[in-house]
Protein backbone atom coordinates (compact mmCIF):
# COMPACT_ATOMS: atom_id res chain seq x y z
CA UNK A 1 0.00 0.00 0.00
CA UNK A 2 2.95 2.20 1.10
CA UNK A 3 4.54 1.44 -2.46
CA UNK A 4 1.51 2.26 -4.37
CA UNK A 5 0.81 5.67 -2.27
CA UNK A 6 4.87 6.71 -2.96
CA UNK A 7 4.25 5.63 -6.74
CA UNK A 8 0.92 8.03 -7.25
CA UNK A 9 2.37 10.75 -5.09
CA UNK A 10 5.29 10.98 -7.67
CA UNK A 11 3.22 10.50 -10.87
CA UNK A 12 1.15 13.67 -9.37
CA UNK A 13 3.17 16.73 -11.17
CA UNK A 14 2.68 14.65 -14.32
CA UNK A 15 -0.88 13.89 -13.90
CA UNK A 16 -1.64 17.24 -12.64
CA UNK A 17 0.28 18.84 -16.05
CA UNK A 18 -1.95 16.15 -18.37
CA UNK A 19 -5.37 17.04 -16.98
CA UNK A 20 -4.33 20.64 -17.30
CA UNK A 21 -3.55 20.42 -21.57
CA UNK A 22 -6.73 18.20 -21.66
CA UNK A 23 -8.84 20.70 -19.73
CA UNK A 24 -7.47 23.54 -21.68
CA UNK A 25 -8.89 21.47 -24.65
CA UNK A 26 -12.11 20.38 -23.54
CA UNK A 27 -12.39 25.00 -22.55
CA UNK A 28 -12.62 25.68 -26.37
CA UNK A 29 -12.15 22.51 -28.84
CA UNK A 30 -15.17 22.21 -31.24
CA UNK A 31 -18.01 19.43 -29.60
CA UNK A 32 -16.01 19.00 -26.34
CA UNK A 33 -16.59 22.74 -25.37
CA UNK A 34 -20.63 22.53 -25.96
CA UNK A 35 -22.28 23.91 -22.72
CA UNK A 36 -24.83 20.84 -23.71
CA UNK A 37 -22.09 18.59 -22.45
CA UNK A 38 -22.82 18.23 -18.49
CA UNK A 39 -19.91 19.24 -16.61
CA UNK A 40 -19.67 16.15 -14.69
CA UNK A 41 -19.37 13.86 -18.02
CA UNK A 42 -15.98 16.42 -18.98
CA UNK A 43 -14.23 16.24 -15.40
CA UNK A 44 -14.95 12.78 -15.22
CA UNK A 45 -13.80 12.10 -18.96
CA UNK A 46 -10.96 14.44 -18.13
CA UNK A 47 -9.70 12.89 -15.18
CA UNK A 48 -10.28 9.00 -17.11
CA UNK A 49 -7.74 10.08 -20.44
CA UNK A 50 -5.54 12.08 -17.64
CA UNK A 51 -4.94 8.75 -16.09
CA UNK A 52 -4.67 6.41 -19.06
CA UNK A 53 -2.17 8.52 -20.94
CA UNK A 54 0.07 8.94 -18.03
CA UNK A 55 1.68 5.59 -18.26
CA UNK A 56 2.31 6.42 -22.44
CA UNK A 57 3.54 9.94 -21.91
CA UNK A 58 6.99 10.97 -21.34
CA UNK A 59 6.84 12.91 -17.45
CA UNK A 60 10.70 13.18 -16.90
CA UNK A 61 10.26 17.22 -17.77
CA UNK A 62 7.44 17.58 -14.65
CA UNK A 63 8.82 19.85 -12.28
CA UNK A 64 8.36 19.39 -8.73
CA UNK A 65 8.56 22.55 -7.11
CA UNK A 66 5.08 24.34 -6.31
CA UNK A 67 5.69 27.09 -8.04
CA UNK A 68 7.70 25.84 -11.20
CA UNK A 69 4.44 23.14 -11.36
CA UNK A 70 2.03 26.05 -10.98
CA UNK A 71 3.56 27.97 -13.52
CA UNK A 72 3.71 24.78 -15.87
CA UNK A 73 0.12 23.80 -15.50
CA UNK A 74 -1.18 27.31 -16.30
CA UNK A 75 1.23 27.32 -19.19
CA UNK A 76 -0.27 23.38 -19.97
CA UNK A 77 -4.11 24.87 -19.86
CA UNK A 78 -3.37 28.25 -21.67
CA UNK A 79 -1.50 25.86 -24.43
CA UNK A 80 -4.49 23.15 -24.39
CA UNK A 81 -6.78 26.22 -24.71
CA UNK A 82 -4.63 27.87 -27.50
CA UNK A 83 -5.06 24.75 -29.32
CA UNK A 84 -8.67 24.45 -29.04
CA UNK A 85 -9.31 27.70 -30.13
CA UNK A 86 -7.30 27.25 -33.37
CA UNK A 87 -9.99 24.23 -34.24
CA UNK A 88 -12.87 25.81 -33.38
CA UNK A 89 -12.38 28.44 -36.41
CA UNK A 90 -13.24 25.87 -38.48
CA UNK A 91 -16.79 25.75 -37.22
CA UNK A 92 -16.77 29.84 -36.35
CA UNK A 93 -16.73 29.58 -40.51
CA UNK A 94 -19.84 28.34 -40.77
CA UNK A 95 -21.68 30.70 -38.41
CA UNK A 96 -19.87 33.54 -40.39
CA UNK A 97 -21.47 32.03 -43.39
CA UNK A 98 -24.70 32.35 -41.60
CA UNK A 99 -24.49 35.59 -41.38
CA UNK A 100 -23.95 36.19 -44.84
CA UNK A 101 -27.35 33.90 -45.76
CA UNK A 102 -29.47 35.58 -43.19
CA UNK A 103 -28.72 39.00 -44.56
CA UNK A 104 -29.76 37.85 -47.87
CA UNK A 105 -32.66 36.23 -46.71
CA UNK A 106 -34.03 38.59 -44.69
CA UNK A 107 -33.51 36.49 -41.66
CA UNK A 108 -31.11 38.94 -39.93
CA UNK A 109 -33.13 40.35 -36.91
CA UNK A 110 -34.31 37.02 -36.21
CA UNK A 111 -31.48 36.11 -34.35
CA UNK A 112 -31.53 32.89 -31.78
CA UNK A 113 -29.62 31.80 -28.58
CA UNK A 114 -27.06 28.94 -29.29
CA UNK A 115 -26.75 27.32 -25.89
CA UNK A 116 -23.42 26.06 -27.60
CA UNK A 117 -22.06 29.43 -27.61
CA UNK A 118 -24.38 31.03 -25.29
CA UNK A 119 -24.50 33.80 -27.39
CA UNK A 120 -27.14 35.06 -30.28
CA UNK A 121 -26.06 33.47 -33.49
CA UNK A 122 -28.40 33.33 -36.98
CA UNK A 123 -30.78 30.85 -37.90
CA UNK A 124 -29.17 29.76 -41.30
CA UNK A 125 -25.48 29.92 -38.98
CA UNK A 126 -27.38 27.33 -36.34
CA UNK A 127 -28.59 25.32 -39.14
CA UNK A 128 -25.25 24.59 -40.83
CA UNK A 129 -23.43 24.40 -37.71
CA UNK A 130 -25.26 21.31 -36.43
CA UNK A 131 -25.48 20.29 -39.73
CA UNK A 132 -21.51 20.57 -39.79
CA UNK A 133 -21.04 18.96 -36.49
CA UNK A 134 -23.54 15.80 -37.26
CA UNK A 135 -21.04 15.07 -40.02
CA UNK A 136 -18.04 15.84 -38.05
CA UNK A 137 -19.29 13.47 -35.20
CA UNK A 138 -20.06 10.85 -37.65
CA UNK A 139 -16.53 10.59 -38.95
CA UNK A 140 -15.27 10.28 -35.85
CA UNK A 141 -13.84 13.95 -35.76
CA UNK A 142 -13.97 14.11 -31.95
CA UNK A 143 -11.64 10.98 -31.72
CA UNK A 144 -9.47 12.43 -34.05
CA UNK A 145 -8.89 15.45 -32.12
CA UNK A 146 -8.15 13.43 -28.87
CA UNK A 147 -5.26 11.45 -31.02
CA UNK A 148 -4.14 14.80 -32.08
CA UNK A 149 -3.79 15.69 -28.47
CA UNK A 150 -2.12 12.71 -27.79
CA UNK A 151 0.68 13.71 -30.50
CA UNK A 152 1.46 17.08 -29.27
CA UNK A 153 2.44 15.13 -25.81
CA UNK A 154 4.61 13.07 -28.06
CA UNK A 155 6.21 16.11 -29.69
CA UNK A 156 6.09 18.00 -26.53
CA UNK A 157 6.11 16.50 -22.83
CA UNK A 158 4.48 17.96 -20.09
CA UNK A 159 6.44 20.70 -18.56
CA UNK A 160 7.80 21.43 -21.46
CA UNK A 161 5.87 23.94 -22.68
CA UNK A 162 7.21 26.26 -24.98
CA UNK A 163 4.54 27.84 -27.87
CA UNK A 164 6.44 27.38 -31.21
CA UNK A 165 7.32 30.41 -33.09
CA UNK A 166 4.52 28.82 -35.90
CA UNK A 167 1.82 28.80 -33.59
CA UNK A 168 0.92 32.72 -33.91
CA UNK A 169 1.54 32.54 -38.01
CA UNK A 170 -0.71 29.11 -37.63
CA UNK A 171 -3.61 31.01 -35.55
CA UNK A 172 -3.43 33.78 -37.55
CA UNK A 173 -3.61 31.96 -40.77
CA UNK A 174 -6.65 29.85 -39.75
CA UNK A 175 -8.32 33.01 -38.73
CA UNK A 176 -7.41 34.47 -42.28
CA UNK A 177 -8.70 31.06 -43.49
CA UNK A 178 -12.19 31.37 -41.82
CA UNK A 179 -13.31 34.33 -44.00
CA UNK A 180 -12.40 32.53 -47.02
CA UNK A 181 -14.29 28.91 -46.15
CA UNK A 182 -17.27 31.49 -44.71
CA UNK A 183 -18.03 33.29 -48.32
CA UNK A 184 -17.51 29.45 -50.02
CA UNK A 185 -20.11 28.39 -47.92
CA UNK A 186 -22.40 31.17 -48.38
CA UNK A 187 -21.54 31.45 -52.32
CA UNK A 188 -23.89 28.65 -53.24
CA UNK A 189 -26.93 30.81 -51.75
CA UNK A 190 -25.55 34.34 -52.22
CA UNK A 191 -24.60 34.66 -55.62
CA UNK A 192 -27.98 33.42 -56.73
CA UNK A 193 -29.69 35.92 -54.62
CA UNK A 194 -27.52 38.47 -55.99
CA UNK A 195 -28.64 37.66 -59.89
CA UNK A 196 -32.17 37.95 -58.18
CA UNK A 197 -31.37 41.23 -57.19
CA UNK A 198 -30.52 42.34 -60.33
CA UNK A 199 -33.51 40.76 -61.90
CA UNK A 200 -35.41 42.60 -59.68
CA UNK A 201 -33.68 45.97 -60.52
CA UNK A 202 -34.62 45.21 -63.98
CA UNK A 203 -38.15 44.46 -63.47
CA UNK A 204 -38.47 47.69 -61.44
CA UNK A 205 -37.21 50.00 -64.53
CA UNK A 206 -39.17 48.69 -66.84
CA UNK A 207 -41.91 47.89 -64.77
CA UNK A 208 -42.45 51.10 -62.33
CA UNK A 209 -45.94 50.31 -61.41
CA UNK A 210 -44.77 47.03 -59.81
CA UNK A 211 -44.19 47.45 -56.56
CA UNK A 212 -39.89 45.83 -55.76
CA UNK A 213 -40.23 45.85 -52.03
CA UNK A 214 -43.31 44.34 -51.60
CA UNK A 215 -42.85 41.11 -54.07
CA UNK A 216 -39.07 41.14 -53.72
CA UNK A 217 -38.70 40.43 -50.11
CA UNK A 218 -41.11 37.29 -50.09
CA UNK A 219 -39.34 35.99 -53.37
CA UNK A 220 -35.65 36.48 -52.36
CA UNK A 221 -36.94 34.03 -49.03
CA UNK A 222 -38.63 31.90 -50.58
CA UNK A 223 -35.50 31.56 -52.99
CA UNK A 224 -32.87 31.52 -50.74
CA UNK A 225 -34.83 28.84 -48.82
CA UNK A 226 -34.92 26.79 -52.19
CA UNK A 227 -31.28 26.89 -53.03
CA UNK A 228 -30.13 26.20 -49.41
CA UNK A 229 -32.00 23.25 -50.21
CA UNK A 230 -30.37 22.31 -53.54
CA UNK A 231 -27.17 23.19 -52.02
CA UNK A 232 -27.08 20.53 -48.79
CA UNK A 233 -25.78 17.79 -50.79
CA UNK A 234 -22.47 19.95 -51.75
CA UNK A 235 -22.66 20.96 -48.14
CA UNK A 236 -22.67 17.58 -46.38
CA UNK A 237 -19.69 16.65 -48.99
CA UNK A 238 -18.09 19.73 -47.77
CA UNK A 239 -18.20 18.98 -44.30
CA UNK A 240 -17.36 15.77 -44.84
CA UNK A 241 -13.35 16.58 -44.52
CA UNK A 242 -13.42 18.55 -41.92
CA UNK A 243 -12.78 16.17 -39.01
CA UNK A 244 -9.04 15.75 -41.02
CA UNK A 245 -8.93 19.98 -41.09
CA UNK A 246 -9.86 20.56 -37.54
CA UNK A 247 -7.23 18.11 -36.22
CA UNK A 248 -4.81 19.98 -38.75
CA UNK A 249 -5.40 23.24 -36.95
CA UNK A 250 -4.84 22.07 -33.81
CA UNK A 251 -1.38 19.96 -34.85
CA UNK A 252 -0.65 23.26 -36.46
CA UNK A 253 -0.61 25.10 -33.05
CA UNK A 254 0.93 22.70 -30.79
CA UNK A 255 3.36 20.72 -32.46
CA UNK A 256 6.27 22.41 -34.57
CA UNK A 257 5.43 21.70 -38.13
CA UNK A 258 2.50 19.66 -37.65
CA UNK A 259 -0.93 20.46 -39.90
CA UNK A 260 -1.34 21.17 -43.58
CA UNK A 261 -2.59 24.34 -45.18
CA UNK A 262 -5.67 25.92 -43.71
Not at 182 to 188: D, S, V, Y
Amino acid sequence: MDALLATLAAGMPAFLLILMRLSGLFLAAPFWSSRMFPVSVKVSLCLFLALTLLPAVDVSRAPDAVLSLALAAVGELAWGALAGFAASLCFAAVQLAGYYLDFELGMGIANVVDPTFGAPVPLAGTFLYLLALVVFLSADGHHLLLSALVQSFRAIPPGAVAIPGSAGGGLVAQAGAMFVVGLELAAPVVVPLFLANLALGLVSRTVPQLNVLVVGLPLKSWLGVLFLAMALPAYVTAFGGWHERVAEALLRVVVPGGGGGP
